[in-house]
């Protein structure tokens, strides 16, 4: 774990290993593997109890997927449109082509309240932007008011998973966080007070901290609201509580219209935790005089967002709502959880997501962490064929990778050029085949497997057995078999 | 800080730029866009079992009276919670505030003087059987956002008439005033919201809060949508009910005539 200003650990894809390598400590670590797998089964339990209840869930997909996938085509006008609803209801509306502006706006806004404490509600964009860091070198401590996140944050440690951030942490460990950051020696470790204690420590923050920060799970175009959706009501509190709301939220986050939502929230709160709704959703119009905050600020973050959008296979990629179904089904992420990801956009989604975000330049291993088994596509509600797009991005790496002069000095490539000229001719295939088994049978059990290798070889074998070479071939299996029937 | 009306342009030429030269994907056929189940099946009966099955499942505590019972209803919950202290919004009917507590009406209230309060009790817009809804839309007798918020217990009023079987057909409730963007229009991703031949669709009387203007059709410009109280499942999947928000949410649902 590696600390930085805040003291809060940042999940940053230009400095974290490739996730074979990141994946070791986590392989080797039981119980965070069994605190994931725990998590990811409950919420799978749940999760196909309630969609098997909804006949047409199939329906509300295609739906759902046709609207994104219309907003994306006509973004430009729609965001035009949710920013002149948005001034004309007294918000203000910021326009930030990265991360470096996004938080020079934020602290901006920040220093003209006067600000030096911030609460905040759980939000993936600031988290991508790496706001927290950024608050606390400009003087500005964020407190974050989701359980997880003030889990994460107390007990500095990273998130997981976009829906339930701290699902790697079991409950003695929370209350070992708890118990030293609040200062109560007697706490003990049953969800129930440890929730009670959390409560408690927050309360007065809302009270007083007139200043909050928080996402958008949609941006509305047509009459400029703001919907959030949450279960514990620290997202109401901050919504409601503070004198000045800042809202951060992608460009995609845009749906056309209000009645969108029927389709969007019957989808989100099922995929995302195995609800019907989320306890509490939220959506506000800029300002209104007597409710809520009476100075309402949105900032529209691109952050390489548009960059996704010109590519015809990837631009699927944007029209993710962030339930996280992707992530608990994926046979990979329910071994590893999400540190290995070293995003804070881990899973299926966040293994084509991230890459793109970092314009192809980092995270180039993410798009491999995938068995391609297609269980991502299935339970998404926005159909998002995610394997599609990782073999995309995988050729793009390969692409990338055939480009670099080193290439020469590389085993892999060589190897991968030998094997080119080899498959490209029936004897030379043949002769191959003939001098493989010979090369192999020392290395061959007597079961018929390999299940260690030298060399390049062990690439395969550190993970999984290889089938010995049969004795005879196919072709020549089929000339012999032809003689003898004459 | 650099020039945030640069930024603006340079994000929207990009964004041009990229939906500029790519194809529409648009091909899928209206009729098969909204071919989720936009309106229920069930009979009122059922759908109000539905409701009532729904709020108990998240912990929501139900009890149903006839619309003259509803003060006596509202006083029997208030003497059960053992709580004295509540809060309502202004528009709250008179004879809803039972005798023997200690109201306080919200006329601007401070947060601090909400917060002390032990309970609130509201009206509500709209009540969704399928998902177990409570649909508030903060008009003068649904209360500001922060009086549904701080106290720890939470009483709505829930007429049967506000109660609809699926989501959809809520959002019938609240049409869009403004035109559709054109390209939407042609994607026909739109029906109509309201069918005049649809009597379930009309609100009929306005239930009880006539002072209520906030109550006229149209998109809200607040809206909660409550589904069961405040919970959280973040340590090791253990849902535990309140966290921030009212602890306790109860309901009463006030039936029909017939």
């Known amino acids: ?486 | 800080m650099s020039a945030p009306s640069l930024s603006r342009q340079l994000i929207l030429d990009r964004i041009r730029a990229a939906t500029h030269k790519l194809p529409s994907e648009a091909s899928v056929a209206a009729e098969q866009l909204r071919s989720y189940i936009r309106r229920g099946k069930l009979s009122v009966q059922d759908r109000l079992k539905l409701m009532i099955e729904r709020l108990r499942e998240y912990d929501a505590e139900v009890v149903d009276c006839m619309p003259e019972e509803v003060p006596a209803a509202i006083g029997k919950q208030l003497a059960l919670s053992g709580r004295r202290v509540f809060v309502a919004p202004e528009g709250l009917p008179a004879q809803w505030l039972a005798a023997g507590f200690d109201w306080k009406i919200d006329r601007g209230l401070e947060n601090a003087e909400i917060e002390q309060a032990e309970g609130v009790v509201t009206a509500a817009f709209c009540g969704v059987a399928d998902s177990g809804t409570i649909v508030l839309h903060h008009s003068n007798s649904e209360g500001r956002r922060v009086l549904t918020l701080l106290p720890d217990w939470h009483l709505c009023i829930l007429y049967a008439n506000q109660v609809v079987e699926t989501l959809p057909e809520y959002f019938d409730r609240c049409p869009s005033p403004s035109p559709l963007h054109p390209s939407y229009k042609n994607l026909s991703l739109g029906t109509p919201p309201l069918h005049p031949s649809d009597k379930d669709l009309s609100l009929g009387t306005p239930p009880l809060h006539p002072s209520d203007k906030d109550l006229s059709l149209g998109t809200p410009p607040l809206a909660t949508y409550i589904s069961g109280p405040s919970a959280t499942a973040d340590i090791e999947m253990t849902r535990i009910k309140g966290v921030h928000g009212p602890r306790f949410l109860n309901v009463i649902l006030v039936r029909d005539e017939n």
């Open chain 1, 1 to 486: 774990m590696s600390g930085t200003l805040t003291g809060h650990p940042v999940l940053d894809p230009r400095h974290a290993p490739p996730f074979p390598i990141a994946a070791l400590p986590v392989l080797r670590n039981p119980q965070l593997r069994k605190n994931v797998a725990h998590a990811t089964n409950m919420i799978q339990t749940k999760r196909a109890r309630l969609v098997a209840e909804k006949t047409d869930w199939q329906e509300l997909r295609t739906a759902a997927a046709a609207i994104r996938s219309h907003v994306l085509e006509d973004l430009g006008s729609y965001l035009e449109e949710f920013e002149v609803r948005c001034t004309a209801a007294g918000g203000k509306v910021h326009w930030a082509s990265d991360a470096v502006e996004a938080r020079a706006i934020i602290i901006e806004v920040l220093r003209q309240e006067q600000a030096n404490e911030v609460i905040k509600i759980k939000t993936m964009t600031s988290a991508e932007i790496q706001l927290n860091p950024a608050l606390e070198a400009a003087g500005i401590h964020a407190y974050e008011t989701d359980l997880a996140e003030l889990i994460l944050q107390l007990g500095e440690g990273e998130p997981s998973h976009f829906v339930v951030p701290a699902l790697h942490v079991n409950r003695s460990q929370v209350r070992e966080i708890f118990a030293r950051r609040m200062g109560l020696k007697d706490l003990p470790d049953d969800p129930k007070a440890l929730t009670a204690a959390a409560r408690t420590y927050l309360r007065q923050k809302f009270l007083t901290i007139p200043t909050a920060i928080g996402g958008a799970n949609f941006l509305i175009a047509e009459t400029g609201s703001v919907a959030v959706v949450e279960s514990e009501g620290n997202g109401r509190m901050c919504l409601t509580l503070p004198r000045t709301l800042i809202t951060l939220a992608g460009i995609e986050k845009v749906l056309p219209r209000f009645q969108d939502l029927e389709v969007m929230l019957q989808l989100l709160a099922r995929s995302a935790t195995g609800e019907r709704m989320s306890p509490y959703t939220s959506l506000w119009t800029g300002v209104t005089p007597g409710d809520g905050p009476q100075r309402f600020h949105v900032v529209l973050l691109d952050n390489g967002r548009s960059s996704i959008l010109a590519r015809p296979v990837e631009r699927q990629t944007l029209r993710c709502i962030r339930c996280a179904a992707c992530l608990n089904t994926c046979p990979v992420y329910r071994q590893t959880g999400g540190h290995a990801y070293g995003s804070v956009y881990p899973g299926p989604i966040g293994a084509i997501l991230t890459p793109q975000l970092m314009h192809m330049e980092f995270a180039q291993s993410l798009p491999f962490a995938s068995s391609l088994c297609g269980a991502c596509y299935e339970v998404c509600p926005v159909k998002i064929n995610i394997p599609q797009v990782l073999l995309e991005l995988r050729s793009q790496v390969v692409n990338q990778e055939r480009r670099q002069p080193a290439r020469f000095g590389d085993l892999m490539f060589l190897g991968m050029k030998t094997a080119n000229a080899i498959f490209a001719g029936a004897r030379r295939f043949r002769a191959a085949q003939w001098l493989g088994r010979i090369a192999l049978r020392p290395f061959t059990r007597k079961d018929g497997w390999i299940h260690s290798l030298p060399s390049l070889g062990a690439k395969w074998t550190q993970t999984r057995d290889l089938r010995g070479l049969p004795s005879q071939s196919f072709r020549q299996w089929w000339v012999a078999r032809g003689k003898e029937e004459r």
